[in-house]
């Protein structure tokens, strides 16, 4: 059975970090792009980050503006988003999505998880 599990989320305050994970099972991760999606209720989903397989590429959304960092250990079947500056509009909850090959787009992912909710207190 293919799932991904998020964890990591939770409340902070204007300006704290998290770490989210996101640990995959039932398929090897390693020639998946995975990628973060956070969803604020009453807004469409949004990518946050994407990163392929290789690692070799990955991109960003323009909101990030360099604060966060996402990556992989293909060896633990997990993806991270090191989030750090977190400002209160950052306040969603956050999935996370796997593809086989490159970074496709929200409607090019295979399979998500049932996310993790994030809150940043002002």
């Known amino acids: 059975q293919v799932q991904l599990v998020e964890s990591g989320g939770g409340l902070v305050q204007t300006g704290g970090s998290l770490r989210l994970s996101c640990v995959a099972s039932?398929?090897?991760?390693?020639?998946?792009?995975l990628a973060w999606f956070r969803q604020v209720p009453g807004k469409e989903r949004e990518e946050v980050s994407c990163?392929?397989?290789?690692?070799?590429?990955?991109r960003y959304a323009d909101f990030v503006q360099g604060r966060f960092t996402i990556s992989r250990d293909n060896a633990k079947n997990t993806a991270y988003l090191e989030m750090n500056s977190l400002k209160s509009e950052d306040t969603a909850v956050y999935y996370c999505?796997?593809?086989?090959?490159?970074?496709?787009?929200?409607?090019?992912?295979?399979?998500w998880g049932k996310g993790t909710p994030v809150t940043v207190s002002s």
């Open positions: 990163l392929t397989g290789s690692s070799k590429r990955f």
């Open positions: 039932g398929f090897s991760i390693e020639r998946y792009a």
């Open positions: 999505a796997a593809a086989p090959g490159p970074c496709p787009d929200y409607y090019g992912m295979d399979y």
